[in-house]
Nanobody, 115 residues
């Protein structure tokens, strides 16, 4: 059974940094496009950043210059390095990946930016 599992969320002060990870299990095949989404209370889920299998990246305007998405295909793991965090970055962060035409989601990890 293919699964995506996020880790690394937590509480951080404004201006701080955090790295979240997404590990895939149940497959030896590398995912195609993968991405990070987030959903704040009462808000719709939104795309934060995405990365193709060959490393091309795309970022939402609200994280450009602050967040960096990366992946290690050998480990089937994706990362999101978040710097200069703001209170408005507070949300549940979800990992997403496309594998053989199927769309997979992780269970989410909470990121809270607060003093």
């Amino acid at each position: 059974q293919v699964q995506l599992v996020e880790s690394g969320g937590g509480l951080v002060q404004p201006g701080g940094s955090l790295r979240v990870s997404c590990a895939a299990s149940g497959t030896r095949i590398s995912f195609g496009v993968m991405g990070w989404y987030r959903q704040a209370p009462g808000q719709q889920r939104e795309l934060v950043a995405s990365i193709t299998n060959d490393g091309r990246t795309n970022y939402a305007d609200f994280v450009k210059g602050r967040f960096t998405i990366s992946r290690d295909n050998a480990k089937n793991t994706m990362y999101l390095q978040m710097n200069s965090l703001k209170p408005e970055d507070t949300a549940v962060y979800y990992c997403n990946g496309i594998l053989l035409g199927y769309n997979y989601w992780g269970q989410g990890t909470q990121v809270t930016v607060s003093s």
